[in-house]
T-cell receptor, first 114, second 120 residues
Framework: GAVVSQHPSWVICKSGTSVKIECRSL??????MFWYRQFPKQSLMLMAT?????????EQGVEKDKFLINHASLTLSTLTVTSAHPEDSSFYIC??????????FGSGTRLTVV | AQTVTQSQPEMSVQEAETVTLSCTYD???????LFWYKQPPSRQMILVIR??????QNATENRFSVNFQKAAKSFSLKISDSQLGDTAMYFC?????????????????FGKGTHLIIQP
């Protein structure tokens, strides 16, 4: 089946630095990529939707200047957390779909900002 | 906007028992998709089952089945012959119909989840 590879699986960074998370579709073309955020023991919240070759659409309340999304190719989407702060510490998950059969999640990235 | 409600934060049953997880949702759409996802301790999201709202027949996948009541906006998951490996967080999720119009896709709206524990 469809596979989305997400890296890194975990990262620790210092406050004020930027962190990039990558999601690659390995065996299909990911026209659309979704980015979710999950706080400990909570649900997944959709942050943004990116379509290849166009600007991402952010959900209400998500700072687009802090969470930069790039979807330059059909196989790669990146999320960059800029000027990270401890409150940005969370679990970030990407997901891609072309059809319902291709709705696949990455393995997630645990971000800790110290 | 859609909302998904899971009213059982945690459930615990003995191995081999049957357990039902509840989910209700609110939408003004007439056509949509509903999903149950499993998230084990690894945190990898795993699709358990999906239901298309225009289909009256309840979806079934081996030991997993749903009871979809469209008028009541209810979508419960039944796990039969529960196994230790079923221990996980279970999320109910809703997808808007535009996703399957061929013109694009929408993200999922998730419930808060139910932590299911299967006791040996």
């Amino acid at each position: 089946g469809a596979v989305v590879s997400q890296h890194p699986s975990w990262v620790i960074c210092k406050s004020g630095t930027s962190v990039k998370i990558e999601c690659r579709s390995l065996d299909f073309q990911a026209t659309t990529m979704f980015w979710y955020r999950q706080f400990p023991k909570q649900s997944l919240m959709l942050m943004a939707t990116s379509n290849e070759g166009s600007k991402a659409t952010y959900e209400q309340g998500v700072e687009k200047d802090k969470f930069l999304i790039n979807h330059a190719s059909l196989t790669l989407s990146t999320l960059t957390v800029t000027s990270a702060h401890p409150e940005d510490s969370s679990f970030y998950i990407c997901s891609s779909t072309g059809t319902v059969d291709d709705y696949t999640f990455g393995s997630g990235t645990r971000l800790t900002v110290v | 906007a859609q909302t998904v409600t899971q009213s059982q934060p945690e459930m615990s049953v003995q191995e081999a028992e049957t357990v039902t997880l509840s989910c209700t949702y609110d939408t003004s759409e007439s056509n949509y998709y509903l999903f149950w996802y499993k998230q084990p301790p690894s945190r990898q999201m795993i699709l358990v089952i999906r239901q298309e709202a225009y289909k009256q027949q309840n979806a079934t996948e081996n030991r997993f089945s749903v009871n979809f009541q469209k008028a009541a906006k209810s979508f419960s998951l039944k796990i039969s012959d529960s196994q230790l490996g079923d221990t996980a967080m279970y999320f109910c999720a809703f997808m808007k119909p535009s996703t399957y119009s061929g013109g694009g896709a929408d993200g999922l709206t998730f419930g808060k989840g139910t932590h299911l524990i299967i006791q040996p």
